[in-house]
């Protein structure tokens, strides 16, 4: 009897916790497989509906983008959009930052000129790399001194100086910016 009340108490304390445990891991596995079955897309075309607004945003003369990402000859350079009506290009770009890619946004002109500057949601540290898209007044500033540059951008020089204790951040995205610039040399060429 001792055996019987032996194997019981080990299937109760070992087997039993084991099999409970297994059972709830796989369902909440396939509850979170659905769930991101069902969310991808939506996340997906809001991300596709914000790129959007933010090319238009920074090359509002376009009157549509022709997408030329699969032509982008440059690391970085995530989307390369060429305006319908020759107003010029909207990239978008990353450089790697302090919490990961700082994405932006740049639009240049024909002749390879600066026109505009977004720099789009981050990781990066709040109240310092966060300044980029928070609509904090240094991160404005930051992006109308990028305006009008061409060919390569230095952070410190040019006229363009970056976010006060967010160093990391600004040399990403100017990393962005210059990579931009070097992708609309490429495809101009």
Do not use: H
């Amino acid at each position: 009897m001792s055996d019987v009340k032996n194997t019981s108490s080990t299937f109760e304390t070992i087997v039993k916790p084991i099999i409970v445990l297994t059972v709830i891991c796989v369902i909440t596995s396939a509850l979170l497989a659905f769930t991101n079955s069902v969310t991808a897309p939506i996340i997906e075309a809001a991300e596709l509906a914000a790129a959007q607004a933010a090319y238009q945003e920074v090359l509002p003369e376009a009157d549509g983008f022709e997408d030329l990402t699969a032509q982008a000859p440059v690391e970085g350079v995530t989307a390369v959009m060429k305006a319908t009506n020759g107003a010029g290009w909207c990239f978008q770009a990353e450089g790697k930052g302090y919490g990961g890619a700082v994405p932006v946004i740049i639009s240049v002109d024909a002749e390879g000129n600066i026109l505009a500057v977004k720099f789009m949601q981050n990781a990066e540290s709040a109240g310092f790399g966060m300044k980029l898209w928070d609509g904090n007044a240094e991160g404005v500033a930051f992006a109308d001194a990028l305006k009008g540059k061409s060919g390569s951008v230095t952070l410190k020089a040019d006229g363009v100086d970056g976010i006060t204790g967010a160093t990391i951040s600004s040399k990403a995205a100017v990393s962005a910016v210059n990579a931009a610039l070097e992708c609309v040399a490429a495809m101009n060429a």
